[in-house]
């Protein structure tokens, strides 16, 4: 992105809180507008893209997570659920939507902020917007050769060889977000985070285990290793080329 900060949009029928949270954004130099629902959001996206949503879950009329869903085949837009919705089914479907970060109601705004400019940092350029910034979603692309591909549908892990593993919910979110920061190490208390809550505890070591067995399943499935490269008190980054499609059949 080539401005300082992203802009935003806030999916909000709560205008009370939708004001809030808009004034705080705009004191701290963002580029912010509002919307009560997803017509009104689609409507306002397709003459001013942004960079971040931030979405509410319980909208009137079409609700939050198909808002996320439409979205997830933009990887130039970023999406933050913002909901009252704590429990881990509901966070589940929210990320299996294609939420970038899950953030539970109430929020401490100076936490928002942060969240927005570390997901944010990880957008890809805003090249896939028509001209007319509608939210008309891109073809995606067929995997290339030799490129690690992961189906957000199906929750499978193929090898540039074709070779596939199914994922457990751990390990399917865990590989999202390394995919989705192009190369780029996610530290180890983002992942902890996203994965298993933000209090939960024994992060760091409950995500050493995850990868370790999903290192032994990948060295039996692909007969290579997995190209995942741990960083020493920082995170994990993801060091091969690879790309998110919607599902496997999206590879034939």
């Not at 705009?26 to 509002?34: A, E, K, M, T």
């Not at 001209?131 to 067929?142: C, E």
Request: aromatic share 6%; net charge negative; proline share 5%.
């Amino acid at each position: 992105m080539t401005q300082s900060k992203p802009s935003i949009a806030i999916v909000e029928d709560d205008s009370d809180q939708l004001h809030s949270i808009e004034e705080f954004l705009l004191d701290s130099g963002y580029s912010v507008w509002g919307a009560g629902s997803a017509e009104a959001f689609y409507k306002g996206f397709t003459v001013q893209p942004v960079d971040v949503v931030l979405l509410d879950l319980g909208l009137p009329g079409e609700d939050g997570l198909s808002v996320a869903s439409l979205l997830k085949s933009r990887p130039e837009v970023a999406v933050i659920i913002l909901s009252a919705r704590d429990s881990l089914d509901d966070r589940l479907a929210g990320m299996r939507a294609g939420a970038d970060r899950y953030l539970v109601k109430p929020v401490n705004l100076l936490e928002l902020a942060a969240n927005i400019d570390a997901t944010a940092s990880r957008l890809a350029p805003r090249t896939a917007v028509d001209p007319a910034g509608s939210l008309v979603a891109a073809a995606i692309p067929v995997a290339k050769a030799a490129c690690w591909v992961l189906a957000m549908k199906d929750w499978v892990l193929s090898s540039p060889q074709g070779k596939c593993l199914q994922l457990t919910t751990h390990e399917f979110m865990f590989l999202q977000q390394l995919l989705r920061a192009d190369g780029q190490p996610v530290p180890k208390r983002d992942l902890s985070s996203h994965l298993f809550g933000a209090r939960a505890q024994n992060g760091a070591e409950r995500l050493n285990l995850l990868l370790t067995r999903l290192r032994k399943k990948a060295a039996e499935a692909f007969s290579e290793p997995l190209p995942v490269k741990t960083l020493h008190q920082i995170g994990y980054a993801f060091t091969a080329s690879a790309q998110l499609v919607q599902d496997t059949q999206r590879l034939h």
